[in-house]
């Protein structure tokens, strides 16, 4: 690991020039992004590039030359403190929807996270870490010491995101934990998610009642929000109209939730654009059908790689 200089988005923050730690392969760029909170920028050599903000150690932008955006960002989204950003990747913990007592999907989303580390690895990957501790408003809402880590590892045609979850504590705390992620697509109506065929879900909007699925190919003509409880490592987001496919392979990441709010939830939803849902598309890893459990001065940790190819 390369010493780093420690920031976080409640701190002062500047440029980081890494080129002369990095030479002329990679770099990362810390910079002003939208309402003025500090961005990571990564670079790779094969002209990929992301942008991680510190606010929620969101991942906002993948971009691939030969793919183009691979994520979704809401025009209506907000970039504020306080508020999560709608699209890219939030990162939900430690606890999923509104499933117990915390904000809908847990603090870490709106959370001012600090950046923990940089590196550039063998193969050329860029890899970039942020951690989020347990500090006096997190203790208010949810009374244990944790330590929240995100490792983003950027390469050619791949983005990896590692979560890892340590209690800091003296006392068994459980958890839920999920990567959101907003995927851009073409059109919804022809988009479908595969790898899902004989996985039990439970539908939020049938009160969470649990049905098997019984489609190769998930398509959508409504609003669909289901979560797959132990899913397959590997489903696929095919978007037939870009001619692209998401592979998404996750580990430790148990559960698959898929979402599409439609247009009634679209129109309620402030940080949303009426028509975006034909844009985008929520494929989600985590854990999140049942709780993971931490005792003192234990560690957790769960992974999802995002490649895209053609089809
Ligand atoms: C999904 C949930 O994961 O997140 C949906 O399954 C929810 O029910 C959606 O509407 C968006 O949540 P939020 O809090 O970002 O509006």
């Known amino acids: ?50 942008e991680i903000y510190l606010h929620g150690a969101h991942i906002t932008k993948w971009y691939i030359p030969k793919f183009g955006d691979v994520l979704f960002v809401s025009k209506e989204s907000f970039f504020e403190p306080n508020k999560p950003i709608r699209g890219g990747i939030p990162v939900c913990f430690p606890q999923f929807g509104s499933s117990g007592p915390l904000p809908q999907h847990g603090f870490a989303r709106t959370s001012d996270w600090e950046l923990a580390g940089r590196d550039r690895l063998e193969n050329g990957a860029i890899a970039i870490d942020f951690r989020l501790k347990d500090d006096e408003e997190t203790l208010s809402l949810w009374p244990f010491p944790f330590c929240l880590d995100l490792r983003a590892v950027l390469e050619e045609e ?60 998930i398509r959508f003509d409504r609003e669909i929000d289901r979560v797959y409880i132990e899913a397959p490592d590997k489903v696929e987001v095919l978007d037939e109209g870009n001619h692209r496919k998401v592979m998404i392979a996750k580990q430790n990441m148990p559960d698959i939730v898929v979402w599409n709010p439609w247009t009634a939830k679209s129109q309620r939803m402030v940080d949303f654009g009426d028509d975006e849902y034909l844009q985008m598309v929520c494929v989600e890893t985590g854990v999140i059908a049942r709780s993971a459990e931490l005792n003192p001065g234990e560690h957790w940790n769960g992974t999802t790689a995002f490649s895209l190819t053609t089809f």
């Not at 073409?186 to 699925?213: M, N, P």
């Open 1 to 50: 690991m390369i010493a780093y200089q420690r920031i976080s988005a409640k701190g002062a923050f500047g440029m980081i020039d890494c080129q002369n730690e990095f030479g002329a392969g990679g770099l990362i760029d810390v910079v002003t992004g939208k309402g003025g909170l500090p961005k990571a920028v990564l670079r790779h050599s094969s002209g990929s590039c992301a």
């Open 158 to 217: 791949t983005l990896t995101v590692t979560l890892g979850v340590r209690n800091r504590g003296q006392q068994a705390f459980k958890f839920q934990v999920a990567l959101h992620t907003y995927f851009s697509i073409s059109d919804i109506h022809q988009t479908s998610v595969a790898g899902l065929r004989e996985v039990r879900y439970s539908d939020a909007l049938s009160e969470g009642a649990l049905f098997t699925e019984s489609a190769s190919l």
